[in-house]
């Protein structure tokens, strides 16, 4: 199995940054792909960002310029960090993965979620 742990979330004032970390446990060969979503009060859930295992990454047009994604395949883990943050990104951030284990599983896996608030 494999486990996905989230931090960072918190209350943050508009224009204010925050870095998320999602660290991925147990019996992992390899993460191919790497996703950040989130879901905000009465909405659907939505990609954020995304990085393969080749580093490309892909953004939601709202949040180009101000979020970046990044890996540490060492401690596989994944970062969201999020600059000049709006109200409108207030949400539960939730990390996504797809893994491969050593018995050469193909999982998809998700975080637990963290809150974002961005708030005056």
């Known amino acids: 199995q494999v486990q996905l742990v989230e931090s960072g979330g918190g209350l943050v004032q508009p224009g204010g940054s925050l870095r998320l970390s999602c660290a991925a446990s147990?019996?992992?060969?390899?993460?191919?792909?790497w996703g950040w979503y989130r879901q905000a009060p009465g909405k659907e859930r939505e990609l954020v960002a995304a990085?393969?295992?080749?580093?490309?990454?892909n953004y939601a047009d709202s949040v180009k310029g101000r979020f970046t994604i990044s890996r540490d395949n060492a401690k596989n883990t994944v970062y969201l960090q999020m600059n000049n943050l709006k109200p409108e990104d207030t949400a539960v951030y939730y990390c996504n993965a797809v893994a491969v284990t050593v018995t050469w599983r193909y999982l998809d896996v998700w975080g637990q979620g963290t809150l974002v608030t961005v708030s005056s």
């Open positions: 990085m393969t295992s080749g580093s490309s990454t």
């Open positions: 147990g019996s992992i060969r390899t993460i191919n792909h």
